[in-house]
């Protein structure tokens, strides 16, 4: 046996060697530049004494290889150094494939990026069939493309219809589909998985190749002729000046069809100077304010087994069926059974779509009960109030939950705009109080805000954190104010619109120029998402609470609220909605050409503010709040960082036009000035 740093290898009776990798101090396997050498080092060494076959395995329980070292691409000083790095990878990548043996990479759990090109180079996959297992190259979505020979070797493998389908969406795949494409040979149980390797290597079956239709559609000709219908596919999810990645993995297969050295050359270059772009160094930013915020979720003292949800609403119903699909138990109350049954309708829905296994998903049920009588108060470890936005009304409930709580129990409300002060203003223990703000999807918004007050007691606060987290959301400290973070700076930019609106600028030229900005959708048609009469309440509360006034056009909101139509809930309300898509008049108009900075600064200047008035603690903190809660462009990396990289003096100097022609709420917040803005950089 000989050994290194992060690899070891073995070398087993039969002749068979056991490549296993155990990074150091990590609880998942990724290859980083020191990593990728001692590969080399190691692969050197099997080629000068090969064995009967290589079984390259992962030392962690919890997947075989999450990629590469995503924080490296930050020291990238040049595209020079990049293009070294990515060149070196392929050459280790290179000798894997050129070993003189048959090679089986043991897959369990995830294999993604970097980990399923090393994959590739393996002349045969087997792998683990179980709820765990995803197999993906998601480069798209930090702006780049696979760099270790992936654009070539998914093509080569699995034919350019489903390698295409893996990297220009970056979606994974699951056990099935993975064997299904031909990403995996064979599919075992965890018992089986290494005596299955060693199966394949000593019957040495032909190696896959893709199928006939797609190898002739890698003809060139037939190449250029599909590269319209591919580019037209992306487009409808991405512009090319957004998101250059997708398009340059098309133009990488056009050009070499995945063929040859030149198209790994090809390859390292055209991800090199990805790398250098704006896009990129964006969505690498967000990943890693990803990982901060999921570090922010420390232990607990609390066990957060048990949950109680009152309110059986969308949010509520939502938050409950979300909680016990991911393992915990959860009592759900409302004034009658009639106000839970379209909950646990709709809980049964997400765990059809969500669990593939049948008795996984009857658990999952089992652990969702109504609870009308509200027995579950007095054993839950958190207590999640979700009823409509009245002070009086949460004020009321508490003061009959409170005395039940267990005295280690968290008491926490979804509120999106009451502050805690008022809140806790009648509790027996206000420090117990604390906000847990989920976002509308639950199931598809991984932002939690957790709103604390000067009065919040640390353990409860912690635990708030703690089950964020053990939910698998992603939990924002937010010091406690009206609307808190995101809230609060969406409202001036969906005001905006409703200015624009009532200056007669067409609903649907609005959202465009939301949309050309980078938005996911615009603010016209999010109002309708959210729903209108949630948009009228829930901004008077704010605008009040900042002394502001709400735009002349909000009328027509509150004539649409009147007559029930709501937006997308109610099938009507600026759009009609069907089969839930918006239903939009063609509007040849461009917009005009001050409308997407009069949207999004009025967004950025309430950034600026809440920086200054602390509502989270750092720049970094609120911009990826900002975007895993609303959605802002994550390819600008967040409103501070677009601010940044436009220019702080360009921003300011912008908002005074702004201010000169619109009015004061464009005036520059004085977290602009020269001493507030050092908490910008």
Known sequence: ??????????????????????????????????????????????????????IIRSGKNSGFIAGADVREFTAFRSEADALETIQNGQRVFAQLEALPCPTVAAIRGFALGGGLELALACRYRVAVDDERLSLGLPEVQLGIHPGFGG???????????????????????????????????????????????????????????????????????????????????????????????????????????????????????????????????????????????????????VPLKRVHVIGAGVMGGDIAAWCALRGLEVTLQDREQRFVDPALKRA??????????????????????????????????????????????????????????????????????????????QLQDPGRLVGLHFFNPV??????????????????????????????????????????????????????????????????????????????????????????????????????????????????????VAAKNLGRKSGQGFYTWQDGKPVRAPHATAPPEDLADRLILALVNECAACLREQVVADADLLDAGVVFGTGFAPFRGGPLNYARTRGISAVVARLRELEARYGKRFHPDEGWSAGAGNLLC
Request: proline share 6%; hydrophobic share 45%; net charge positive.
């Open 443 to 560: 199931a598809q918004m991984p932002l939690v805000e957790v709103i604390h007050s000067a009065q919040t007691k640390p353990e409860p606060l912690a635990a708030a954190m703690a089950f964020a987290r053990r939910i698998d959301k992603l939990p924002l400290p937010c010091r406690s104010g009206p609307g808190f973070l995101v809230n609060r700076v969406l409202f001036p930019y969906l005001h905006e619109a409703l200015y624009a609106a009532g200056e007669g600028v067409p609903l649907g030229v609005i959202d465009r120029a939301a949309v050309d900005f980078g938005m996911p959708m615009g603010p016209i048609e999010l109002s309708d998402v959210v729903g209108l009469d949630v948009i009228v309440h829930v901004g008077e509360i704010i605008t009040r609470e900042l002394g502001r006034e709400m735009p002349p056009y909000t009328q027509r909101l509150r004539e649409l």
């Open 348 to 425: 049964a829905d997400l765990f059809a779509r969500r669990v593939r296994d049948p008795a996984e998903r009857a658990a999952a049920l089992t652990r969702l009960r109504a609870d009308v009588a509200g027995a579950g108060v007095s054993t839950a470890d958190i207590l999640i109030e979700a009823i409509f936005e009245n002070l009086e009304a949460k004020r009321a409930l508490y003061a009959q939950a409170e005395p039940r709580l267990g005295a280690a129990a968290v008491l926490a409300s979804n509120t999106s705009s009451i502050t805690l002060e008022l809140l806790a203003e």
């Open 151 to 301: 654009t070539v070797r998914a093509v080569r493998l699995l034919g350019v219809r489903a390698a295409m389908e893996l990297m220009l969406t970056g979606k994974p795949v699951r056990a099935e589909r993975a064997r299904a494409i031909g990403l995996v040979d064979r599919l075992v149980s965890a018992a089986e998985l290494e005596g299955e390797a060693h199966r394949i290597l000593a019957q040495g079956p032909p190696r896959r190749q893709a199928p006939l239709p797609d190898r002739l559609l890698n003809l060139p000709g037939l190449r250029s002729l599909l590269r319209s219908s591919l580019e037209a596919r992306v487009a409808r999810q991405a512009r090319r000046d957004h998101y250059p990645a997708p398009y340059a993995i098309i133009d990488l297969w056009v050009r070499y069809g995945a063929r040859g050295q030149a198209a790994y050359d090809a390859e390292a270059h055209s991800i090199a100077a990805l790398f250098s772009s704006e896009t990129a160094r964006s969505l690498v930013r967000m990943f890693l304010l990803q990982d901060r915020l999921k570090s922010l979720g420390g232990k607990s003292a």
């Open 1 to 54: 046996m000989s050994s290194s740093n992060a690899w070891r290898l073995d070398r087993e009776a039969d002749g068979i060697a056991c490549l296993t990798l155990d990074r150091p101090g990590t609880s998942a396997n990724s290859l980083s530049r020191a990593v990728l050498v001692e590969l080399g080092e190691q692969l050197r060494t099997l080629h000068s004494d090969p064995p009967r076959g290589l």
